[in-house]
């Protein structure tokens, strides 16, 4: 990668499950999905980790 890292020292984090979600497991990168509005999953999609906002990364990321 270009800064060195490999997928699994990487977490994406977005808000589309298609864009955000679906691309970086594509990639091997684990994946955050902000829900803020409280979405319903679809059940052929698994992020890593679904949090309703940036501050709930905090114990992820620690």
Do not use: F, T
Not at 1 to 9: I, K, R, S
């Amino acid at each position: 990668m270009e800064h060195g890292l490999n997928p699994a020292e990487v977490l994406h984090v977005g808000d589309s499950l298609i864009s955000d979600v679906s691309g970086a497991q594509q990639a091997g990168i684990k994946v955050a999905w902000i829900n803020r509005n409280h979405k319903p999953l679809p059940s052929n999609c698994s992020p890593d980790y679904i949090v309703k906002s940036l501050e709930e990364l905090l114990p992820i990321l620690a």
